[in-house]
């Protein structure tokens, strides 16, 4: 069983920037990947980012050249580091690995963009 923590959502204006983190009760060395979903309701839960155990990454179309996802092996954490964020950004931010073949989620961080 691995147990995930989010923090660092809250709310910011547009052009902000927020740094999420996910804190994994496991060593992220065992993960095969790590990613950052988000969701708003009625609309189906998207890919944002993820990061393979190579430490290859990618992003979504949507985010490019404005949010990052990284890891600190130290720590044992990911991160998501969101720039000029949009009013569309708004939304509840999940992290999700991978391990062995069984997937975990964290229990969530909304980020809400308004002025």
């Known amino acids: 069983q691995v147990q995930l923590v989010e923090s660092g959502g809250g709310l910011v204006q547009p052009g902000g920037s927020l740094r999420l983190s996910c804190a994994a009760s496991a060593s992220i060395f065992s993960f095969d990947l790590m990613a950052w979903y988000r969701q708003t309701p009625g609309k189906q839960r998207e890919l944002v980012a993820v990061i393979i155990s190579d430490g290859r990454t990618n992003v979504a179309d949507s985010v490019k050249d404005r949010f990052t996802i990284s890891r600190d092996n130290t720590k044992n954490t990911m991160y998501l580091q969101m720039n000029s964020l949009k009013p569309e950004d708004t939304a509840a931010y999940s992290c999700?690995?991978?391990?062995?073949?069984?997937?975990?989620w964290g229990q969530g961080t909304q980020v809400t963009v308004s002025s």
């Open positions: 999700y690995v991978v391990r062995l073949g069984n997937g975990y």
